[in-house]
């Protein structure tokens, strides 16, 4: 169970988020990551899903979805991480660090977490596909990274 005083932390963010932002898109999210958080957020399909990364070049996000209508939830989750403070520290990622990030994103996004569970239901069933279509990608990815500078953070 998350702990009261981090739902109202997580609470508070996603307020003063949706005051501010037009929460519709995933562009705005990545305004949020940017702006808020000063995280570089880049999407590729490399990745199995999403993660952030702290570097001395700076805090990153990177993301892809197989599941379009998914892809708001993911980019969600990694800010969630951001909005509860988990990358203030070195502190590997718990299964309660998960669950907070979960809620960040079904409340930034307006669903519940069932919904959010069934789309990622949803997104691991067509990852497979995605991954095997993927590997005629795979170098112009890296390649698209290393142009960015951001391919050793990713790694």
Do not use: C
Not at 50 to 65: C, E, M, P, R
Not at 93 to 113: C, H, P, Q, T, W
């Amino acid at each position: 169970m998350i702990e009261p005083h981090i739902i109202e932390k997580l609470d508070e963010e996603v307020n003063r988020f949706r005051e501010k932002y037009n929460l519709i898109n995933t562009e705005n999210l990545e305004k949020i990551a940017e702006n808020e958080y000063g995280a570089s957020v880049i999407e590729t399909p490399l990745g199995l899903s999403s993660k952030w990364v702290k570097t001395d070049n700076g805090l990153f996000i990177f993301y892809h979805a197989s599941f379009k209508p998914y892809e708001p939830l993911t980019l969600g989750h990694e800010i969630g991480h951001l909005a509860a403070g988990h990358h203030e520290g070195y502190n590997p990622i718990s299964e309660m660090a998960e669950k907070e990030a979960d809620y960040f994103s079904a409340r930034l996004n307006g669903v519940s977490l069932l919904t959010l569970n069934l789309f990622r239901w949803a997104e691991a069933g067509l990852r497979f596909k995605d991954h095997f279509v993927n590997l005629f990608r795979y170098k112009q990815e890296i390649e698209k990274l290393q142009q960015k500078g951001v391919y050793e953070a990713f790694k």
